[in-house]
């Protein structure tokens, strides 16, 4: 059997506030059940669906538009509840699992609990057994110990997960591949955006990535697309998605005023119809401040030249008398103080920096927290756009 392996679709995301790129997003789902229409019997997604909990009506009806395809050639779409996918009120998935297109294996009604375990069940079809875990940020190890898988017997039997394992980055990863249940042949995960596999013994462990890019560390990736698995041989293959270009340039400035970054970046614009341009200043300047770099010429420029979109990050150029923070024997506090007076912030600015800091995390819907976490960076790269 070939099984179509995809996730963090983000179907409804709108990056850098531009309509064009929800239906990129669109586009890049499109383009995935185009191929799992010909090329597969079965499809599993590794979770964020949609970007929030409650997408707009026009991002559901698309959707279900395209599932609405799958369903009819008898092709099943197996998924779980992201990060992004939960919000206060619940999941869409439940409705998209309540009208029959789609098996959302995180559903109650796959898990059973008693007083010393949580049997976990899950879906056949065919030769394929798929369950699941939803995108838990408390206690991950401690809950996937508990459960218990209720597993068939002669089928391929894959388990979906939404979390970073250890391999991918020991300071972040939240799963610990000990900790994953036993006896599946294959483990397939999202919230990862790039592709990555790695193996629990001998079995694989497989993230997809994201079909399109959500943020500009996304974009420095080209490799965006899906996974096609084949069960009778245990391989599989990684098909490429067609995704609007960006084009990042890293910049040089050093020794350069503010008016000649201008004229600099001006000369690295070439005619490019429909991309996305990023502009990465580093060095120091020799006179001026960044913020007198007028961005909004460079913008009008790159529109001139047919591209879609411009932005410019000046987080790594430094001012002439900037001076970078030590933060050798000093509290947390102080290095926050101390790096945001460096980078120019007055008190009070400093101030509401170090508050928003503290926030992250408290009480916030994991979309809401995701742009939360995404503003104080950019804040602390001293980029205001």
Not at 31 to 57: C, M, R, W
Not at 103 to 119: L, P
Not at 208 to 225: A, Y
Request: glycine share 6%; net charge neutral.
């Amino acid at each position: 059997m070939r099984i179509v392996i995809f996730g963090d679709t983000h179907l409804g995301r709108r990056n850098f506030k531009i309509k064009e790129r929800e239906a990129d997003f669109e586009n890049a789902f499109t383009q995935v059940i185009d191929y799992a229409l010909k090329n597969s019997e079965a499809v599993i997604h590794t979770g964020d669906l949609f970007d929030i909990g409650t997408p707009s009506i026009d991002t559901i009806l698309s959707a279900i538009k395209q599932l609405k395809r799958l369903k009819e050639k008898n092709i099943p779409f197996f998924v779980i509840a992201g990060s992004h996918d939960i919000s206060v009120e619940g999941s869409f998935l439940k409705v998209l699992d309540r009208i029959g297109l789609v098996f959302n294996v995180t559903d109650k009604k796959y898990y059973e609990e008693s007083e010393s375990k949580v049997v976990l069940k899950g879906e056949q079809f065919k030769g394929l057994f798929v369950a699941g875990l939803y995108a838990r940020k408390s206690n991950i190890n401690e809950v996937l110990e508990y459960l218990k898988p209720e597993l068939p017997v002669n089928l391929f039997k894959v388990f979906v997960f939404h979390h970073f394992i250890e391999d991918i980055n020991p300071l972040f990863g939240t799963v610990k591949k000990s900790c994953l249940p036993k006896g599946f042949d294959l483990y397939v995960s999202g919230h990862w955006h790039d592709f990555f596999e790695s193996k629990i013994k001998d079995k694989k462990i497989l993230y997809p990535g994201s079909t399109e890019s959500c943020d500009l560390r996304d974009m420095q990736n080209d490799k965006k697309g899906f996974i096609v698995y084949d069960t009778e041989n245990n391989n599989y293959e990684f098909v490429n998605i067609r995704n609007r270009k960006s084009v990042i340039i890293n910049v040089d400035c050093n020794n350069k005023s503010a008016e000649e970054v201008v004229e600099l970046l001006f000369s690295k614009i070439q005619d490019e119809e429909g991309a996305m341009l990023f502009f990465i200043l580093k060095g120091r300047l020799k006179s001026g401040v960044k913020s007198e770099i007028n961005k909004q010429l460079v913008y009008d420029k790159a529109r001139e030249k047919g591209y879609l979109f411009c932005k410019i990050y000046t987080g790594k150029l430094e001012n002439p008398e900037e001076r970078q923070t030590e933060i050798t024997k000093k509290s947390i506090e102080e290095i926050e103080k101390e790096f945001f007076h460096n980078k120019g912030f007055n008190n009070k600015e400093s101030l509401l920096a170090q508050n928003l800091i503290k926030q992250l995390g408290n009480g916030f819907s994991n979309s809401k927290l995701d742009e939360l976490v995404n503003e104080v960076i950019i804040l602390l790269e001293g980029d205001k756009l």
